[in-house]
């Protein structure tokens, strides 16, 4: 028993610590020092935390759904039909573009159709996390760039998720076969679209019940109950399990207990969440990037490759965008962090042995640089376009979120 | 993985819709609940849930931290200083009197001196949640009855962490050494105090340098970390893990982000806490109190023996209570509901294999049905005492807990 309290209270200091470094000294968001130190306290530098205990592993697994259930919460299922044009464009620009370059790219260096299938989707997902905490970092939220990007963000995730869906469902079977991909997508979509629309439906019953309850804590139970069982539901109909805990956020998004029940679950996120940083971290093979060998210097090269790939194809999207008087380089890097998904395709795709050693090392390759990279390009973006007195160049009248 | 979520889905269901039923339709605290509905979807009923899951074991061991945590975190050191002769009287003879009698009876039942000693010491324990529950229940926490029956059982608790940190190292090495009651007690002692008396002083540091860091949850984690360690450190020193979490909490109490800290554990105890108690029924094996076979009318019998001795022991210590104008027979009663330390008793008893079967349920049984018995017997006393009015017989000018 004390093992597990000792890993559990490690798992934690090491996230804390390495968070705030992360965030005070190198103005980073936490995600990366959470990473960063799970590679130290890993099996491949100190080895204090096994890469593939069971208990750890599911505590990790759970901490997915809990993030995804708590995405799902912060976003707002009206925005992504409200969207204007802009947003969808960059969404899906930056989608497709990342997924073609990837896969082509993958393909031409001699990777198997898997692999390229699953490097290109690995590109495709911008981080809703990383960029609104950039954008709130740098007071930022209410611009117009600000709202394309984040908007653009919400359905990325989806499609993002739809992607991870089917690339999921081919990491089980092996095999690509095309009628399988159309029956995932259409799963996928009638999975989503089943749960929002039933949930929809369905939720405000259930919480009403909930809420007539006397036993302790029963509303913010209900809600966890409804994102295990359509988180399980998911997995059981070959989907993702954070597909469902996304779905689940959506759905209890609309309900009248979203403010109680979001303050409840950003609890239990608060203690698993970091767990599934760290456990990426800690397993990952930290002599991959280790430039003194040859699989490393593949791995670099190869990180490197798909870093290109993975800035160009979001930069593109976003420099695309059609709409007058836009700062649309200022779209094209918010575009650019990976984060979650991207962490949870690379994970998936090594337990699943669709991916080696050398592709997962260059794919958390990309998340890092990539989260490493947005935060100082756009405070100089941002900085280059605020008139002299330091105000924003470009101000909503209802700021979307209260700066302070 | 879908398995592991449907089953944490499953627990806390049965967790909530039995306790609700508990507490809405037979209006007894909603852990007796949990453990029934436990015993219902465990392995002897429904077998939905495998009683020795390690996962499971696991995440209900760190609930069983938790709960000693928030214990803690709502109990007041000061208070355990503070209360005058009567708690004091109360909560010795209160521990005492049950043990002499649960030892004496056992022995003379022709059990060994080692399962003499667990059934004494899991009679000690009563459970100040279940007791302030019951009073709050019954808008009677602000007599002066409900005031000295809360101060017993906070030394009470103390007392029978201490008893339980002599009862689980002879439980490790499987024999009594008298020297070795003294160098546990010792222990026990040294731990607490140190414990106590360094955390109150370290504490106020580590929050100020908590508070002062910029990544997420920063304060709640480090009180979460706090805990995890001083439980592996109490475990390392061979008391049990729920010791370090109990000091934790009294010292954690002590901080001005106490009310922070315990909001935050509570949303974590809302998910951990549920699993405790339904996995004790889980593993119960409900064919022991089957009276169609001998072992069933054993265990009966023999529980009820138990019974009889866990209530004479503590209403003969309230009775016995110094002072005038009290109502002794409501201290009396207030005493009796064991819970969670009797639990941890058991189980610790039958994981280490000092007690069998038979004696697992009948501790079981003394714990459901003292938790089953005091409701309505103190809802019956304290409307006794009550004018026509149907106002409290006697108030205190400062309500303690603002009762609604």
């Not at 299922?77 to 573009?97: I, N, P, S």
């Not at 767990?275 to 800690?282: D, E, H, I, L, S």
Request: charged share 15%; net charge neutral; hydrophobic share 55%.
């Amino acid at each position: 028993m004390h093992v597990i309290l000792v890993q559990l209270a490690l798992i934690l200091i090491i996230a804390k610590i390495s968070g705030e470094l992360c965030e005070r000294w190198l103005k980073q968001p936490a995600v990366l020092g959470e990473l960063v130190g799970g590679v130290l306290i890993g099996q491949s530098v100190l080895g204090w935390i096994p890469g593939e205990d069971v208990f750890l592993h599911q505590l990790a697994e759970i901490g997915a759904v809990l993030l995804l259930f708590e995405i799902g919460l912060e976003s707002n299922l009206d925005d992504l039909f409200k969207v204007g044009k802009q947003a969808l464009w960059v969404a899906f620009a930056g989608v497709v573009l990342p997924f073609v370059f990837g896969y082509f790219v993958a393909h031409a260096l001699g990777r198997t159709v898997m692999e390229a299938i699953f490097v290109g989707a690995a590109m495709t997902a911008t981080s809703v996390g990383i960029t609104a905490r950039v954008f709130t970092d740098l007071k930022s939220l209410h611009t117009k760039e600000a709202r394309i990007v984040l908007g653009a963000a919400v359905v990325d995730d989806v499609i993002g998720l739809i992607i991870l869906a089917v690339v999921s469902g081919m990491a089980v079977t092996k095999v690509i076969s095309w009628s399988a991909v159309g029956l995932q997508t259409f799963m996928a979509l009638v999975f989503l679209v089943g749960a929002i629309v039933i949930g929809v439906r369905a939720t405000p019953f259930l919480l009403h019940w909930a809420r007539k309850m006397q036993t302790r804590a029963a509303l913010s139970s209900s809600a966890v109950i409804f994102c295990f069982l359509l988180s399980a539901l998911a997995e059981m109909v070959q989907l993702a399990p954070i597909v469902g805990a996304f779905a689940a956020g959506l759905v209890l998004d609309k309900t009248d207990d979203k403010v109680h029940i979001e303050q409840k679950i950003k609890s239990l996120a608060d203690l698993f969440v970091p767990v599934f940083f760290v456990m990426v971290g800690a397993r990952m093979d930290a002599q991959m990037f280790n430039p003194a060998t040859a699989s490393g210097r593949t791995t670099l090269i190869l990180g490197g490759v798909l870093l290109v790939i993975a800035v160009l194809g979001k930069m593109l999207g976003g420099i695309s965008v059609p709409g007058k008087g836009l700062k649309r380089l200022t779209i094209g890097v918010g575009m650019i962090p990976r984060g979650e998904v991207g962490l949870i395709f690379a994970n998936m795709g090594l337990s699943s042995r669709v991916i080696d050693n050398s592709l997962y090392a260059a794919i958390i390759f990309v998340v890092i640089t990539t989260t490493f990279m947005t935060p100082p390009l756009l405070k100089w973006l941002v900085s280059q376009h605020r008139p002299k007195g330091g105000q924003p160049a470009e101000t909503h009248s209802t700021p979307v979120v209260e700066v302070v």
